[in-house]
């Protein structure tokens, strides 16, 4: 089954721009959506299609992706971007349809 | 606006039934497919089930494949997870999530419920 890999953890400090990594096979031929959970919330979509933003979303949040890995962009990091990031697939070949990632913790120091 | 309110969550003994529902609102929901996610605690997000607009098509994890059955209710707006045969792994938030798209590579999902936990536990 298709395998998303992101680092548990990222720190940055405010202000600072933060990158968060999720790494596939080829994955740069897959569309690749990114979600943004805070503590005892439901996740909310950032960035969708690779690099689109839904409305409300600030424009300091901005994805990418080249050769095995996708990456989140948040620019001028504020302490409200704390929270937990998954990445996300579609994979018609795993057992799980939908596949994300195991979410990276980003800590605003 | 969108809105997804999941109940029918607790607590129940490791073998027991639950089953969970998802009201939808401000959406045409008979045109849309339906899926459920959950999260355990400390964990990540895993995609369980989804279902059709009409119905007629289901998809499962095999994680919970033969153990949950996912249906819907059109006239009432709603989706149902039904969970049997559940074990301590299951403990988790569940989330009912409207796909964009349906599904396949451009499908992601932009509107959530605010989940329903479950715990199974003696």
Known sequence: SYVLTQPPSESVAPGETASISCGGDNIERRTVSWYQQKPGQAPVLVIYYDGDRPSGISERFSGSKSGNTATLTISRV??????????QVWDSSSDHLWVFGG???LTVL | QVQLVESGGGLVRPGGSLRLSCAASGFPFS????????????????????????????YYADSVKGRFTISRD???????LQMDSLRAEDTAVYYCARPINDYGDRSYF???GQGSPVTVSS
């Open chain 1, 78 to 87: 504020e302490a409200g971007d704390e929270a937990d990031y998954f990445c």
């Open chain 1, 103 to 105: 979410g990276t913790k």
């Open chain 2, 31 to 58: 045109i849309n497919y339906m899926t459920w996610i959950r999260q355990a605690p400390g964990k990540g997000l895993e995609w369980l089930s989804s279902i059709s607009s009409s119905g007629s098509t289901m």
């Open chain 2, 74 to 80: 059109n006239s009432k707006n709603s989706v149902f």
């Open chain 2, 110 to 112: 932009h509107f959530w």
